[in-house]
């Protein structure tokens, strides 16, 4: 099993990797920047929307905008921060006009999602909006009204975990009843995080990964404190 050091690296890895995808020949023309994700590289709850929006393509990060401010206090009053958990979305490029993605995009990107997953280790993941529960759980015809609040053991990709769909934070901005349903159900969050972890996959199950070459970090020979490299500031990685 590799160790946490270990499995950040190979998330940095995997994030350089995907500052140049081209997977996608129409968002890679017109993104500023690939939203790769950022936050806990060793979090137990992993939070996931549907794509960045124009404040996150400008600044890399997901969830910087009203939302992400939402977001914010949503964390902080079940005493949680960003650097507890880790936060991205099913596509890491912004769609033109903020349109809904594409299947071909969904399916392009997938990996991605997928390597974080299994590299991050999350117990609980949860979709935030619509269109994110909808994609992760595979079902089109379930909408949140009715899934929100309640938790599955779902294998997604690689791992499994407990799925808990929520409304967006955009959603509930301007709707008070709808912010306090939100609120309710992201009081919940402690309690799942509090229970046994679902089963994993044998190892038969899950297809083996090649490692991508790692360049080994050289650290300050004076340092008190380790100096974050390059890429890690840029990820976000706390």
């Known amino acids: 099993m590799p160790t946490a050091e270990e499995r950040r690296e190979e998330l940095k890895a995997v994030w350089r990797e995907s500052q140049g995808c081209t997977r996608?020949?129409?968002l890679a023309s017109t993104r500023t920047t690939v939203v790769f994700g950022s936050g806990n590289a060793d979090a137990d709850l992993m939070l996931v929307g549907e794509a960045p929006g124009v404040n996150e393509d400008r600044q890399g990060l997901p969830f910087v905008g009203q939302a992400g401010r939402l977001l914010d206090t949503l964390l902080g009053e079940i005493g949680m921060t960003r650097a507890d958990v880790f936060v991205c979305n099913v596509l890491k490029c912004r769609p033109p006009g903020n349109r809904d993605p594409l299947p071909g995009e969904i399916e392009a990107c997938q990996d991605y999602l997928f390597r974080?997953?299994?590299l991050i280790e999350p117990r609980v993941v949860c979709t935030l909006g619509n269109f994110a529960a909808k994609l992760l759980r595979a079902d089109p015809g379930t909408g949140i009204t009715r899934l929100h609040g309640r938790e599955e053991v779902r294998r997604l990709?690689?791992?499994t975990v407990r799925l808990?769909?929520?409304y967006h934070p955009a959603a509930a901005l301007y709707t008070p009843s709808m912010l306090e349903v939100l609120r309710a159900?992201?009081?919940r969050?402690?309690?799942l995080?509090?229970?046994d972890p679902p089963e994993q996959p044998a190892p038969a199950e899950v297809e083996p990964v090649v490692p991508e070459p790692q360049v080994a970090a050289i650290a300050p020979e004076e340092a008190e404190e380790p100096v974050p490299?390059?890429?890690e500031l840029q990820l976000g990685l706390f």
Do not use: M, N, S, V
């Open 24 to 26: 996608c020949p129409q």
């Open 116 to 118: 974080q997953l299994e």
């Open 157 to 159: 990709g690689p791992r």
């Open 164 to 166: 808990y769909p929520l």
């Open 185 to 187: 159900d992201f009081h």
């Open 189 to 191: 969050i402690p309690a």
């Open 193 to 195: 995080l509090a229970l």
């Open 229 to 231: 490299a390059a890429d």
